[in-house]
């Protein structure tokens, strides 16, 4: 049974590569779909892959590359960058939030725009962000990433014009754990105009920047 | 005692009129508030009123004006409008969303953003939304309000490459009732890109486009 | 200590084979129970099987087969086909829906009842929907499978008229892990007429598929 | 502005005549709507009106028909009974699920389809349900309403093969209160093929039922 | 460091042998505190251990018996038998909640009280239970295992009319994982009298028993 | 439409005078459900109801009684007293639990077992529950009510071996806002052999206490 | 019936004066109690009473005072302070939020700790935070109201060493409603020792602050 | 990438050693952060490793000491003790909670306070916290674990007058698994003053508890 049918004209309607979700699949059913990319010439992007997972794919396709600490795989060219400029700016935490950036940073240089990612921004440490707003303003857009009680974008907000995606993290425990009072908190945001995207989607942070730079 | 002190230069800062959010307020409250932003000749924009509140403060206030459907009050001049375009276009599946709608339209009409407004572009009526494809892409932004199970801002994410703003509804009964369904479907959404405000945030869905308009 | 009484009429009753659910069961507790099916030369289904558990079990009942994506186990014939025409149809978005499709395809053929499942229907990409709705129109039951916000079958059923079994699938992540969303989206439809079951419950979709065929 | 556009070409392409759900709208909003309707000619029904909305509602329109127990409006001439043979078995049990099993029952008389209503069937006295289960085998398609712990759909899926059509009723208190209880026992049942709609849903109910009658 | 102190003087104020909680104790900690009731002469029931961990101990303590299915260890005597008739019956709706079962059943043993334990006893097969009715009815108090809707501790309190300990057990998919379905629909229950424990807690079902057969 | 049709049977079957709930009932619907019980001279006990609704039906029902404070309206002769002694204790942790407790003790009084309510028994002052402890202990049930965290009946399953029923009250805020934080903290209580039923359920309870009492 | 029975000795044992607690509670039960305390010649402190109690009860006890932004009743003599510096500041995000903070200011002030309130101190308006950073790091215990997202006190802990008790406020809507984002936001804080109490539990704060302040 | 930044000046600034969280990190990861801390000479507590992670580290950092039951490793020399006398008591209920005990134990001892741990101090034996009540109460702060129901600090908040950390721990089972109605029963407390931290969260109470010895 062939099992996957693939909608190349998505990209040309949306604009955007869309991302071969890796987690639920199995890596017979990831390699097929990767075949027909390999024959189309298709540029393609794999995340939430395991290691073992990641490292068997790219011995079948040796012009894929495997990117451990997001879990993610690229395979062919990316756009070309629109911009010398790093438009985006991602902030972690930490560097337990450093995969879901780094499925964000991936996502989006492939897709031509370039990125600057700040690690260790967190708002129990203020005078860090406080230090880096600057350089964070003169951005086009900002996604931050935060796991536990998820305030950084709320903050951030208050300081910053720009547009913010807060990008939740899975990162916590007890009453944390999974990511969603970091969800909530930024849905809850008293600071206005901030805009939130489901926990540990890095990917759809990232096309959601890419439809803020297109527009 | 003096209980509110009002914040101007955050919309230096930030580029925003804060709401001033009615729900939680006394008439007196929000009166003194108002008093202030008065004396200052500065715009106000108060959010979440009943129609009971609202009478009284206009009758207090006469140059304000207040909006019965979305319960927002509006006194002093907004911005001038940026362009003779309409630039966000908002969409809703119903009558029941209108409240909703007219919050987030009547914000950004305050900050110089021309609008249009799409009654009745519902899933459930596929073709009505096809129909108006055309004239959906033309804009900078879309904001795509929507109750139930909230697949609006997933259809039309597939369809279009503008950033799309969900904004949920509270509208529903049982399982839906309070908006958790839509919001929890719109961040779950296959359609990548899409980005999601807390249910009936209005205001917050318009300052968002602001910030994306402005970027 | 014989811990299972076979409940055969039953079937008779109702007019169902029942599924043993594998997931909680024991090889040994199973294979007990496979025993008495054998005796009775009843036909047998069992869902929910690991690789591991399922090819324990045919290495001992020779007869039997093991669907693997699916992890259900087949021993005995099923029921004569009623129609050479293809009355129920199964969606799917994608193959991470896969398994729980081929449990109500399998659980409906084994009744006698043909299917026909097409891959790859979401709602991220409407066109392959309404490219292939005069055929999903000329079925008598349609199964919708989907994960994430489950806005399938929604859509679907402000198209066409036929009796849609929205079938939830536990693939998602972040709010969306679980299937939750996914069901309560469905419950939540602005679509009328729209019945679901439990997530990733392809063996029940099917019987209520087969009542509604039988009335 | 005219927030209504009425979709009178969804009904001939689906079969039903779609609900104007009363709950969340103003009596001038249905108002306008029902105009509309009148002028069309086009049979109109409008669910969950409390008694003033219903009454203010039929002193505007003469011609339609207030039913105050389930908080239905009706107006103009539903569609000829196809059957003289009550087809539908509502069941419920006790006097408090009444308004939503009277909803389904007004709806289905709408489409032309005779129904029978048992009324104190719970689970709670078993003797009762099976002193009748030979009138309810009889019937083409059952919905069975239940709030609590929502049994009596689990305990009836065992006993007969028809479709049947489970109705969650929010009649409850503590952790059964809003129904919430009663559709997960629903959705959970051990009972093979029971399909389940929102809460309260008695409109999708009856439209489940009629796609299926029609099927 | 000493980590237990044991409170042997509680089962003579409230009459129970205390389990010792198994799960979350690593086989050192279990070993330790078996080697103080050892000392002491004391009987001891561990509840919740894998085979590993049981097996390990009984290798430790020749005295002690593991129980695999329930995953208890008995050391030590229990009570005399009180009477020679099966006071408490406990039933089941399958092969899936027998741990449980067996857990209650080994607890109630122990402590001088003989069961009868009724195997794939369910609502879904009504005429199972209702064969068995009258040698329910001879028994003081009944425990109901059920998981998935957990529908049969309330069919059962409409029967008989002795004591009724509803016990919730973690077996079920989607919405009802976890057993939590199972414990609601038991406590939501429109039967009278019905009382209900915690998921999969047979020892606090059968100490249950106890306090009502020592009243 | 004549909507009830009593079962009288079931008090001889499973010896309890089943309460008419009256919250989800209209004045009309009660008020006929009494008329045909006055007609059969049979006792009636009816819950939950306001105090304009009770007022009302006693103005039509002379020989009823209703009792404020805990909304229950009792009608026709309870069952004699079976003996002098105070057997079931009824415990409340101050007066905002007491509606709950009263509905217990009038349901237990009119199947003809007496009580003792001791109020302002809560775990936040320790001492006052050690004092009444031989009262409490003299008793054959215990019915323990708390709202809040529920800790009361966890505590005295600690002290005495009867059996305690825990009745868990929907007073708290915040977090124990409903009685939730209550109903699972006694269903998860680490005191052996505690049995609960659902929030503010004092008629059931009581039932289970009779249940009890019968065994 | 004499429904109270007051513990005036654990205001010696624990040093606290017990509110009463006047939310689920009727005028005539809170009277009665207040009658108690005037004979005994206690301080009282009623909380959570609504304008219309509030004013009731002044009236019948003319030397209780009636506080009505926050609700509180105090009657009798606090005690003396014990400072003239003040010791624990409260802080609030805006004026929804100031009902609590002056529960919390109340309550402290009658067992004679000294307070200081600063209103419209938020995480959206940074500068006003760290404006008054000193004066707030001169106290010995602060309390940090937050409602929506509740970031106060989290963005606070990692500014000052003190001891910080975050008091979540049930402000907000769609997601933030009743409290709970707020209360889990401060649990799950990234910024190491800050403490939680329930949601608009302003005299918990206190009274925790109270000890801290004793210790 | 460097992709971590330690801020050795928070500690200056609020006056605690910020643990690094070992649970979400790799051993590389987490090597990378020791041997900043090693070049600085600033003393590490690393909570949450595994066994597996624990011991690597240690043979990487031989001057680290890995505390295995409570999964933290400490590294450089803690503080001097401040004080002779365990000013911090930490209870207990059982040995299943020890690690996180543990935890916090461990963080005040490197911080320079003594404690002393009492471990089996539970609500079910109560006579075992009565008998320890003179010793608990010389103590300035109290951590009172617990898991299951949570009611320790509820009951030991009426019968002394220090603060009490509530310190909620995940264990349990069924609704209590998690340790989530241990955290919602503390919050919910009936007892005045109790304050909560996360689920688990040994080393937030221990910084807690710091911050009150120091105001």
Request: charged share 15%; proline share 0%.
């Given at each position: 049974m062939d099992e996957s049918i693939i909608d190349f004209q998505r990209r040309n309607r949306v604009g955007v590569i869309e991302a071969i979700w890796g987690e639920h699949k199995s890596i017979e059913q990831i390699s097929k779909i990767l075949g027909k990319y390999q024959l189309a010439s298709e540029t393609a992007l794999v995340t939430r892959l395991t290691k073992e997972k990641g490292e068997k794919l790219i011995s079948e396709f040796p012009s894929a590359e495997f990117h451990e600490i997001s879990g993610c795989l690229t395979m062919g060219r990316g756009k070309e960058y629109i911009s010398s400029f790093e438009e985006v700016i991602i902030?972690?935490?930490?560097?337990?939030?450093?995969?879901?950036?780094?499925?964000?940073e991936i996502s989006l240089n492939l897709h031509g725009i370039k990125t600057k990612l700040f690690i260790d921004i967190g708002v129990a440490g203020l005078h860090r962000l406080l230090e880096r707003l600057e350089e964070i303003k003169s951005s086009k857009v900002v996604i931050a990433c935060a796991g536990m009680e998820g305030a950084l974008p709320t903050v951030l907000a208050g300081l910053i014009p720009q547009p913010i995606i807060g990008l939740p993290v899975s990162v916590g425990y007890g009453i944390s754990s999974g990511g969603k009072t970091a969800l909530e908190g930024m849905l809850a945001s008293c600071a206005p105009g901030l805009v939130v995207v489901n926990i540990d989607n890095g990917y759809g942070a990232a096309m959601a920047a890419l439809r803020i730079m297109s527009s």
């Open positions: 902030l972690t935490g930490g560097t337990s939030d450093l995969s879901v950036a780094l499925e964000a």
